[in-house]
């Protein structure tokens, strides 16, 4: 079982990236995905989540309207589209799953991926 997360990179202010996660070893179908970030000397915290049963989407406040995340179940990825980035958003950005809701999944992941960094610099 492995989540790859990929499409980190250095951004302008405003700007935008794509972050994927893709599964390899298991069916996203059944599963919870989450996004948290980890700034530097800060604690990791939960970004976003996308439910395994009807594709529900939820986010932090600090992202919501700016963050969409979507899955797509025939290539077992879950991406996260990233718009209006701020300099606040520079962190290590990872991808979980839990068979399970999203609101467990916040608490506690399953399986992690390793992270893709995220600066958000001019």
């Known amino acids: 079982v492995q989540l790859q997360a990929s499409g980190g990179g250095l951004v302008q202010p405003g700007g935008s990236l794509r972050l994927s996660c893709a599964a390899s070893g298991f069916n996203l179908d059944y599963y919870a995905i989450g996004w948290f970030r980890q700034a530097p000397g800060k604690e990791r915290k939960w970004v976003s989540c996308?439910?395994?049963?009807?594709?529900?989407?939820d986010y932090a406040d600090s992202v919501k309207g700016r963050f969409t995340i979507a899955r797509d179940n025939a290539e077992n990825t879950v991406y996260l589209q990233m718009n209006s980035l701020k300099p606040e958003d520079t962190a290590v950005y990872y991808c979980?799953?839990?068979?399970?809701?999203?609101?467990?999944?916040?608490?506690?992941?399953?399986?992690w991926g390793k992270g893709t960094q995220v600066t958000v610099s001019s």
């Open positions: 996308i439910s395994n049963r009807d594709g529900s989407p």
């Open positions: 979980a799953a839990r068979r399970s809701l999203c609101n467990v999944l916040r608490l506690r992941p399953d399986y």
